[in-house]
């Protein structure tokens, strides 16, 4: 008899058990705290939690602004050896302000567009002498490098028009009317060039920007001076990024 007190007695705990663990899964279904994507008891679907919202980003992600200096090499750059420390010494003002786009996960692609203003001049043996003022409307892409520290280090390449801007030439020869003259005393006009570089933590603008003439100078045929003339940047600046405000 003892025994069979003892088996209605572990049955009653078993049962026990299992409406419990029953009764807590129910609760589990209609406790909002439990499950949020289901209404609480006694509230209807129209009392749900509404889904988040998605935030609304500027059409610009951000805003550079920019000063720095750039160094001009080409056939009249007083540096026929290319010197590094030369062209630092002849470095002239380069100033830049851009916007840009930037999409995808962790915003690692981006396109922008940058208007840049550089001075450049020089002088050769010969004493012939130039100076110029540079205007280039670059469009560009840009990648941000995976592995590293995010907004550390993104390259952009891209290209654009280059208004060459009431450049002055002394001491050249006469013109040669020839189209093949290695002088040609230009004026203002419109170029091509192509850009490309890196930007360090959305702040220092490193690279190089190639024209589509070797005229910028005026002067061309300078062995070792390449087919075309270029300029090196270093620029500092701030990125002014729109998707805070």
Not at 11 to 18: I, R, S, Y
Not at 79 to 108: C, M, S, T
Not at 216 to 240: E, K, N
């Amino acid at each position: 008899m003892f025994d069979s007190t003892l088996t209605r007695v572990g049955t009653l705990c078993l049962v026990f058990l299992l409406g419990t663990s029953l009764l807590s899964e129910v609760y589990a279904q209609v406790n909002p705290r439990g499950n949020r994507g289901r209404p609480a008891y006694g509230q209807n679907s129209q009392e749900q939690e509404a889904p988040p919202q998605p935030v609304n980003q500027p059409f610009i992600s951000g805003v550079y602004v920019g000063v720095g200096i750039n160094t001009y090499q080409g056939d009249l750059d007083s540096n026929p050896n290319d010197n590094i420390l030369k062209h630092l010494g002849g470095a002239q003002l380069d100033v830049v302000v851009g916007v840009d786009k930037r999409f995808g996960e962790y915003e690692q692609f981006g396109i922008g567009a940058q208007v840049s203003y550089d001075r450049i001049s020089g002088q050769n043996i010969r004493n012939l002498e130039f100076t110029n003022n540079l205007i280039s409307l670059e469009f560009t892409g840009s990648y941000e490098l995976p592995y590293i520290k995010q907004d550390l280090l993104r390259v952009f390449l891209g290209g654009g028009p280059m208004f060459v801007i009431s450049p002055t030439y002394t001491g050249f020869p006469a013109q040669d009317p020839s189209p093949d003259s290695e002088f040609k005393e230009l004026g203002t006009r419109v170029v091509g060039s192509i850009v490309g570089g890196v930007l360090v933590s959305d702040k220092v603008r490193i690279g190089a920007r190639v024209s589509t003439t070797d005229f910028l100078d005026g002067h061309s045929g300078i062995t070792g001076a390449g087919p075309v003339d270029l300029l090196g940047f270093i620029t500092v600046g701030y990125r002014f990024n729109l998707n805070e405000y």
